[in-house]
């Protein structure tokens, strides 16, 4: 069955640094979402790509959709404590009728 | 527009009880996805749901698990004899077109 993976797992940044997660999907993704969720919370939608290296920015988050539509990464640039949460790529693959959920990266900003 | 509404929020049953499990989706969306997530994990997919239809069932254990979407009334996602291996949150999360997905705050469920 499809598989999404995400690197890494965790990662631990001092505040104002950035910071960086990869989503490689087994199979091609019709498109690909990104949620967040905080600790305690529940996941929120932050955006969906769907064409072959689209590129979309909010704020200081830059998404990314790999050309071959099988991996996606999300950058946040010059963290702070408020992106503390675990971040989910997810993606449809063909007419596939459920999202396939990534393995997360737990974010941790200090000061 | 309310968001995705569920309820109870923390749900205690011993060994053996049943568990019921509501979520009312945001108003408008027709589609409910059902997930499983244990502490420190991803999410699961379980069940996905549209009125009175069962999508896709795939991610849903063979026995004691089921789930319904009636024409009035919540999503309900029922444990029967549950076992200490239940205990998680599970999050029903609703949607307009089968697109991106709208979360409600999760159950979390505790067998003792």
């Known amino acids: 069955g499809q598989q999404v993976m995400q690197i890494p797992q965790y990662q631990h940044v001092q505040e104002g640094e950035d910071f960086t997660t990869y989503c490689n999907s087994s199979?091609?993704?019709?498109?690909i979402q990104w949620y967040k969720q905080r600790p305690g919370g529940h996941p929120v939608f932050l955006i969906q790509?769907?064409?072959?290296?689209e590129v979309k920015k909010q704020k200081r988050l830059t998404f990314q959709f790999g050309e071959a539509k099988k991996n996606s990464s999300l950058h946040i640039t010059a963290t702070q404590t408020t992106d503390v949460g675990t971040y989910f790529c997810a993606g449809y693959t063909g007419t596939a009728s459920k999202l396939t959920f990534g393995t997360g990266t737990r974010l941790q900003v200090t000061l | 527009n309310a968001g995705v509404m569920q309820n109870p929020r923390h749900l205690v049953r011993r060994r053996g009880q049943e568990a019921r499990l509501r979520c009312s989706p945001m108003k408008g969306h027709s589609h409910v996805y059902w997930y499983r997530q244990l502490p420190e994990e991803g999410l699961k997919f379980m069940v996905y749901?549209?009125?009175?239809?069962?999508?896709?069932e795939s991610g849903m254990p063979k026995e004691r698990f089921s789930a319904e979407f009636p024409k009035e009334g919540p999503s309900i996602l029922r444990i029967q004899q549950v076992v200490r291996g239940d205990s998680a949150a599970y999050f029903c999360?609703?949607?307009?077109?089968?697109?991106?997905?709208?979360f409600g705050p999760g159950t979390r469920l505790t067998v003792t």
């Open positions: 790509l769907v064409k072959s290296g």
């Open positions: 199979t091609t993704l019709s498109n």
């Open positions: 999360a609703s949607s307009p077109l089968g697109s991106e997905q709208y």
């Open positions: 749901l549209q009125k009175e239809n069962i999508i896709d």
